[in-house]
DNA sequence: CACAACACGTTTTTT
DNA sequence: ACGTGTTGTG
């Protein structure tokens, strides 16, 4: 049996698959099948290796990812007993047999098993040892506290800068003292570490606010994302005893996009590994394991913070540094089952001009597939014309394509604008993937608040955003009267707002409102323990007013938020469905504080999809469109000036072409709508990095009878791209297919030129460097010349 | 205390 | 261009 389902994997993710104890980093392309790879392993450790499922920690980035994890080892193991019971495969039992076996596989394995995201899991340690936390300054928790959205720490800081330290806002920009804040706790700095790491002005300053946001944290009882994962880090260090406690727990750990984690993230893992000794000293590893899946080329998340050298130094830290011919603590899954040869050669051929990285090329196991087409554009509406019309064109070729595979992949959100112009023109249903978030929505932020503020008596935050809201009449200045009799006497709001005699002596004329407040948020937390989360949220839904308020508005778009406001009662309600053993409220706000969205309606799988590219990491598409490959607009203009941030940039447009499993296109326009005004656009650098060979397009540096070949069918509203001539060379000295010669790289031929004027750049290959490697020279170099 | 005019910034985003 | 957040007025 067990050896029947191995034979589902190839050699090297077999190799993985069956490794037991000790380190193994594994290197994972794009479409290698990773997931695969993980839950196999999972399986593997708990049939083969008898592993009880307790003692297994997989660790993703993303609620989706953790998702899919146990849905695909829940199938896994039912599949198995499918098969070992009845003898047949599990689609061929009858449903209510199917569904037995998945709730007995989740009752005996899956339900121990730890697999979730960073946060979450951090959060389920801290329910269990906050209150044995104590910071380095006396700060305490207690297993109540609130987790303070990026928002609620954005707000909190602004108010520390300008109200309690009294700094000029132009000089200290709250959200740029909150990113350093961010920073520093991703790299486990406590205010005092930070401030010896910045010894000047700026630093004691952020340092200072840094200090005063903690105090503030600890006062509401909450912490943010950052803490969530810091303090148990910190936590590790000072208890031995809590330590050596999850150190036990844990004994085999697995990380899922480990490219992605960051520093604290590192010290979080290594403590549970290690149990605290140096990651290269520890020997230990009877029935233990640290399992790493990531890909170095496709970190593109260092700007929160992810470190990719942590995986590029797995090998140093856990691994025994051998080379990769020879190491066993690495394995490499490179066999690629989403793309056709020629769009994985394209993504080969276009990450080779990064330096940081660790070799390793995605093979193809498909056909060769059809050509790359990139379409020079006039601008940004004759770009989502060409991509309109060839969705049309493939659309109506083949019976077996409908909306839903098609995908439109770009570097910003504002892109997203004609493309939703025209689709809704030619009625194509389409999505935009991302974007605004449910649970950042106002209405639901505000219900989320009243919960919070029952729960946690101490998170005055979220009592302020609520005690007005619906309107009870208790304006700015009785706020204040209240804040300030908080602050003189020491006590928290709380406190003041939930005394009779104190809200008469203070709010005046608001006594009733406020008193009336304090009688919902009392009465809902006295149900706390004995009451399931849905019936307090409909209790206050209903006391509050709030619906009574957003009904009596009767304008559209209250309309809309009551929508929303009942699509929240349906998240509680399933929330309750899928945690039988905890239906309290405080499970439900951890739960909906830590996820991104709720999940996508199914029939949203036959629109179009319209994202970043950040958004489409994971995802895969038969056919990808990927547009606006501009200098300035991708690589964005913040990445121009700095190396490390041009190779992120192409990690990304790696990602991009990865993503597309039959067919790739590309575009870029010539001019572009920019904040309001048009803008002189030039081709992306990254066009000039991959091949010609592999590409079609309608410009005239290659045929153009192909393109307009097979464009004719889609009809007539593609313009004709400009002759080459009409490049603006008129203003430069050089153009493309120049013969050139470098006092210091030799004779070359310019293949790009990027930008117009004294600030352009020349893409250069130069005859004499190895690998058709190409140099990217300003127009103002003087060491270049013409030769003819 | 509410609403309207105005100034401002604008890569990517999960938890 | 456009949405957000801050200021000013009734």
């Known amino acids: 049996m067990t050896t029947d389902f191995l034979s589902h994997l190839n050699p090297s993710q077999r190799q993985a698959v069956e490794h037991f104890c000790g380190p193994l980093l594994v290197i994972a392309g794009a479409g290698s099948g990773k997931t695969r790879a993980l839950t196999y392993r999972i399986a593997n450790l708990v049939l083969e290796h008898h592993v009880d499922p307790e003692n297994i920690l997989a660790v993703t980035f993303t609620n989706k990812a953790a998702k899919e994890m146990k849905e695909r080892i829940e199938r896994l193991f039912a599949e198995r007993e499918a098969a070992r019971s009845h003898d047949k495969p599990l689609e061929a039992l009858p449903g209510h047999v199917q569904t037995k076996l998945r709730s007995q596989v989740y009752k005996t394995i899956t339900k121990d098993l730890w697999i979730g995201t960073f946060h979450a899991l951090c959060c389920r340690i801290l329910r269990f040892d906050i209150e044995k936390f104590q910071d380095e300054r006396g700060r305490k928790w207690t297993r109540a506290f609130s987790i303070f959205d990026e928002s609620d720490a954005q707000s909190l800081v602004k108010d520390i800068i300008i109200n309690q ?252 604008r004609a493309f939703e112009d025209i689709l809704v023109r030619w009625g194509v249903p389409y999505k935009i993937v991302g974007g605004l978030r449910f649970y950042d929505r106002k209405e639901i932020k505000d219900v989320l608040a009243y919960l919070r503020a029952i729960v946690n008596p101490a998170d005055t935050l979220s009592l302020l955003r609520v005690i ?85 508005q009767g304008t559209d778009e209250a309309e809309d938020r009551f929508q929303n406001v009942q699509e929240l009662y349906n998240a509680v309600l399933q929330y309750e469905e899928e945690n039988e053993d905890d239906k309290s409220l405080v499970g439900f706000l951890a739960n909906a504080s830590l996820a991104s969205d709720l999940d996508d309606t199914p029939e949203e799988a036959t629109n179009v999809s319209l994202m970043t590219l950040h958004s489409s990491k994971g995802l895969e598409f038969p056919i990808v469109f990927l547009v606006g490959l501009e200098q300035g607009l991708f690589p964005s203009y913040r990445s121009l000036d700095d190396p490390a941030a041009i190779e992120e940039e192409r990690r990304l447009c790696y990602v991009g072409i990865t993503r597309a499993q039959e067919r790739l296109f590309i575009s870029h326009a010539r001019e572009r709508r920019l904040y309001g005004n048009r803008e002189p656009a030039s081709p992306s650098l990254f066009l000039a990095e991959m091949p010609r060979e592999l590409m079609d397009t309608n410009t005239a540096t290659s045929l153009p009878s192909k393109w307009t070949k097979s464009l004719a069918k889609g009809g007539s509203q593609t313009r004709t791209a400009a002759p080459v001539g009409a490049e603006p060379s008129d203003d430069l000295d050089w153009s493309v297919g120049d013969r050139v010669m470098h006092a210091q790289f030799g004779v070359g031929e310019i293949t790009n030129v990027f930008g117009s004027g004294a600030k352009a750049t020349l893409a250069i290959r130069f005859d004499g460097l190895p690998g058709m490697k190409r140099k990217i020279l300003p127009i103002s170099d003087r060491a270049l010349q013409s030769i003819d």
């Open 468 to 552: 007005n809201t619906p309107r009870r009449g208790v304006g700015k200045s009785t706020i204040e009267s209240l804040q300030k009799a908080s602050i003189e006497l020491g006590i928290p709001l709380w406190e003041i707002i939930s005394d009779e005699t104190s809200v008469k002596t203070l709010a005046g004329r608001s006594a009733k409102g406020v008193s009336a407040f304090a009688a919902i948020i009392e009465k809902h937390r006295e149900m706390l323990d004995s009451v399931s989360a849905s019936e307090i949220v409909q209790g206050v839904l209903e006391e509050s007013g709030y619906v009574r308020d957003l009904k009596a």
């Open 165 to 416: 330290l009294n700094l000029d806002e132009k000089k200290f920009d709250p959200r740029s003292v909150r990113y350093a804040i961010s920073n520093a706790k991703n790299k486990g700095l406590s205010p005092q570490e930070y401030e010896k790491e910045q010894p000047n002005f700026r630093g004691r300053v952020i340092s200072n606010v840094y200090s005063v946001y903690q105090d503030k944290l600890a006062e509401n009882n909450a912490i943010d994302f950052d803490d969530l994962i810091l303090i148990p880090v910190q936590l590790f260090r000072q208890n031995e005893q809590i330590r050596a406690y999850w150190h036990k727990r844990f004994r085999h750990i697995l990380v899922d996009e480990y490219q992605d984690t960051n520093r604290t993230q590192y010290d979080l893992i290594q403590l549970l590994v290690t149990n605290g000794e140096s990651a290269s000293k520890f020997e230990d590893w009877n029935y233990r394991s640290v399992f790493v899946v990531g890909d170095a080329d496709q970190s593109i998340y260092s700007f929160r913070m992810a470190d990719f050298t942590i995986l590029m130094g797995f090998q140093h830290d856990f691994g025994d540094g051998l080379p990769d011919d020879d190491t066993r603590t690495m394995v490499k899954l490179q066999e690629n089952y989403r793309s056709t040869e020629n769009i994985l050669q394209l993504a080969n051929e276009l990450i080779e001009n990064n330096t940081e990285r660790i070799d390793k090329i995605l093979k193809p196991t498909r056909g060769r597939g059809e050509s790359t087409f990139c379409y020079r554009a006039q601008d940004e509406i004759d770009e989502a014309e060409f991509v309109i019309q060839q969705m049309r064109r493939l659309e109506q070729m083949n019976a077996d394509l409908h909306w839903g595979k098609f995908a439109i992949l770009y570097r910003t959100n504002a892109q997203s």
